[in-house]
């Protein structure tokens, strides 16, 4: 089964949030983590990943700093900042309300 992407795309920032909590990383491998942990149904296009960075980034909510460039690949890695993490506990906080309030409204009866 597909997993719609509308459904999803709205909530982009809190899954990457989500992963930048349990560590540093980079684009490539956040994707696939992603990618990984939805079994293959659902990752993030290139571009979409780098336009929430770059949103991330001028919210306050992540920081970048480049890699080590003798580790192969110079990758640029981002870190949560303090505001990120409080915006990530709201935004967790707005999907638990809203997938609490879809379920009573798809129920049936």
């Excluded at 909590?21 to 296009?45: A, F, M, P, R, T």
């Excluded at 303090?82 to 409204?105: N, T």
Aim: aromatic residues 12%; proline residues 0%.
């Amino acid at each position: 089964m597909s997993i719609a992407a509308d459904l999803i795309r709205g909530h982009t920032d809190a899954i990457i949030l989500a992963q930048l909590i349990k560590k540093d990383s980079y684009g490539y491998e956040i994707n696939k983590v992603i990618q990984k942990k939805s079994d293959g149904l659902y990752e993030l296009k290139e571009a979409t990943l780098y336009t929430a960075f770059r949103r991330l980034e001028q919210a306050g909510c992540i920081s970048s700093y480049w890699g080590d460039k003798n580790v192969g690949a110079r990758r640029r890695y981002y870190a949560i900042t303090d505001w990120g993490k409080e915006s990530y506990q709201r935004l967790r906080r707005e999907w638990d309300e809203a997938k609490r309030l879809i379920d009573l409204l798809i129920e049936e009866e």
